[in-house]
């Protein structure tokens, strides 16, 4: 290899497996021997979350802390491999590790990339090329896209894979008459009583503006919706201690009086 071998930190590695194996002996803890994969699921997404806050919110102690509680999570699992003669945390380790040189030929090898859209391209060319080794080629575009995205994250995905084959809008004005579109079926909907089919239209909806999202390049529907959340987020707040200040809450005030408020944080550049 061209570059010169890392440091390497094992020690503390080995103390969490040594510690995760007795949680989980007979002599550990009974809550940590009843978790499966499956139960484990939920704490995984978690704690995934918890750290894009910190990195959100761009503090060191805690994206440290967090990368912690999610290493703990891949040790975890695979513990509980182990314990099912499936595979280790070694395991775990060699294979990214041997993944990561395969696929960066143009650092460890002789391969070529010199910008990060090379770099994608040549990603690609190797990820189809070990699917063939292994005999499992995709028998659809769509397969591969994770069933536990978030939803708008997956639409997005499965737009972008329709879009590398030319199933795409021409441009942005396209996808805004096809959200008036959808805007007016929903509205039919409604008009109709149809609950099946508000839902299917509102889905439709929503799907149609994470085409547009994904359209503009740069941006996807679900960050954009995490920053709308979060001035949302930074308004309410900013009425709730506007009336704590005048011995109010928001359960006894008028929804003008809080429209008020509103309107006056969104002057105030919240």
Known sequence: MPHSKPHIRSISIDQLILVMAELRSKKGCPWDREQTHSSLKKYLMEECAELMDAID???PEEICEELG???MQIVFHSQIAEENKEFTFEDVARGIT???IRRHPHVFGDGKAENSGEVIELWEVIKKQEKKERNKDRKSLMDGIPRHLPALSRAHEMQRKAAKVGFDWSNSQQIIEKIEEETGEL???IAEGDEKSVNEEIGDLIFSAVNLARFRKGTSAEEILACTIQKFERRFRY???KLASA???PENTSPGEMDGLWDEAKK???
């Open 187 to 189: 509205k039919k909907a």
């Open 57 to 59: 919110d761009k503090n």
């Open 247 to 249: 011995g109010k809450s």
């Open 69 to 71: 509680d999610l290493l």
């Open 268 to 270: 105030n550049g919240l």
């Open 239 to 241: 009425i709730e201690e």
């Open 98 to 100: 041997e993944k990561m």
